[in-house]
Structure formats: structure tokens, C-alpha cells
């Protein structure tokens, strides 16, 4: 169903994506597929996972989450998560999912921030 995707916006060499529903098991994992192929198809340096609209995730969702972010890193994109609600942090510690290589910001826009500072730093060479 198409009215269950997750909205992949690009930003130069960033897709930014903002989860503004609940997840699903259907709709994370189609989420899953659409954003590492479009990492794939456009070659981006940076990818930003807007969590704020989720306020609890389950361990299917919280694994998921992790496995994305596995996943981008064996691409060569940074990842950045942001918004992530204090109960969101909890259950993916509580799960004991290691996010490795993967940075945190407060909000979108902070987000974005650290992000393009990444993806000019890894421009010139020194990241």
C-alpha cells in the first residue's frame, strides 16, 4: 500500500526522513527497503531518521531501526537519528541494540546541522 510509506526527501547529498505515523511491521519494513534504495540510486552521504512523532516502538521496530542504520553504514552513509523520544531511548537500550557510528541530535534541524558538517568534513578529505 502506498499510503503507508515513509516520505524520502533529498537535500543535496542527504534524504532526510520524518516517521509522522505510527509504524507498522509492514510499513517499517517497506520503509527499510525504499530507503536503502534510494540511498543506493542517489549515492547519498547522509541520511537523517526524524523519530519525534514516535513516542514508544516495539522490539520488531527498535531492531528495525538498528538494522537500517547497520545497513546504511555498510552503504558508506552517516546516519543520524533525531527526536528520539526518551521512552524510544529507553526500549533501545532495554533491547541492548548498539548503534554504532551513529549520531543523535535533538531535533531536525540540529540534525541537519551535523549532518552537513559530516558531509563537508568527509568532502575535504579529513573524515
Known amino acids: ?22 509504524l507498522h ?3 517499517a519494513v517497506q520503509f527499510k527497503d525504499d530507503l536503502l534504495q534510494k540511498i ?4 547519498a552521504k ?3 531518521i526524524d523519530l519525534t512523532a514516535l513516542d514508544v516502538v516495539d522490539s520488531f521496530i527498535g ?7 547497520a545497513m546504511a553504514g555498510l552503504m558508506g552513509t552517516r546516519v543520524v537519528l533525531t527526536g ?12 541492548g541494540l548498539e ?3 551513529v549520531l543523535t541530535a535533538l531535533n531536525l534541524e540540529k540534525g541537519l ?11 575535504d578529505g579529513s573524515a
Open 25 to 27: 511491521d509492514a510499513s
Open 84 to 95: 528520539l523520544q526518551p521512552a524510544v531511548a529507553i526500549t533501545l537500550v532495554e533491547l
Open 1 to 22: 500500500m502506498d499510503s503507508l510509506r515513509i516520505p524520502i526527501l533529498k537535500i543535496g547529498d542527504i534524504l532526510i526522513a520524518s516517521i509522522q505515523v505510527a
Open 63 to 69: 531492531r528495525l531501526i538498528a538494522d537500517i542504520t
Open 113 to 123: 546541522i551535523m549532518m552537513q558538517r559530516l558531509t563537508e568534513e568527509s568532502d
Open 46 to 48: 547522509g541520511v537523517i
Open 40 to 43: 543506493h540510486d542517489t549515492r
Open 99 to 101: 548503534l554504532p557510528r
